[in-house]
């Protein structure tokens, strides 16, 4: 059980100690300021003493937790631990000079055109603002794009993708509200998923659910459309979930396929579509989800 909680939270076994240490003080002496709190009114339903008992313990946890942690020099840790609760509650959106700011990570393993259109909308924008870019593929044009921008980029590996913590701590340390996937081929792990909850949203070069699922990308998909003889086809913004292309789709568009179509001249009418409508389908999700 401790091992499970030192890998977990990526300590040594001496840090485990304080860390718990911490949790045992900061708990107690939340206990102790809300029993004096409280003592100061006479409260004699018990129902309304519960409740307030209760609200006062989980404000002041936090706080508790984290002066505890000064002295045991274990503050980075629990600030990023009270980090990590409030995205998985969703309420990691934050104010900055009174103004709530939505912070983005763009996922991209391709040339990032898509990307690119993403950071030009965001760019000088009130609420949104792309703060990483991420990709498993060092040589990838969107980190080229990101660096255009000036914008921090981070390189992935499968390990830890997919059997380490999915690179969540760098996620919730860079702030990150929403994740988009603009042309990204790995299967998100549940661990992310889990932990953006529709806040994670992918674009699809087709219509959904036709011509989804493993295997389906870029020209891949195009070749099959043309080969079944598709008279439209189109793209597919959708929230993910644990399957590939799968989730609850936000937004499509359609464009025709003409009888002389390769999968390059279809793939070229599929962008323009994309760059017309992902950004401007992103911010009106956000926007809505932030209530502004
Ligand atoms: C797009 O066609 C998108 O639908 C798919 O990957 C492609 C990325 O293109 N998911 P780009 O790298 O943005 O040009």
Redesign the pocket.
Known sequence: MLHRLQKKWKVSGWQLVLVLGTFALGGSLCGFITRELLRQFTIENDFIFGTLYFLCLTILWPFSVLLISIPLGQYRFFSNYLKRIRNRLGMSIKQDKGQTIVTVAIF?S??????RKIMERFQKHPLIKVGLLVSNKPGAG?LHHAADFGISTLIIEKEQFFRGDAYLPELEAAGIDYIIL??FLWKIPSALVTAYPHRMIN???ALLPKYGGKGM??KFVHKAVIAAGDKESG?TIHFVDEQYDHGATIFQAKCPVHETDTPDSLAER??QL?HAHFASVIEKVITEAVGQ
Do not use: Q
């Open positions: 991209a391709g040339s990032g055109s898509n990307a969107a603009a042309g674009i699809h070069p990308y870029g793209i599929i962008h994309e």
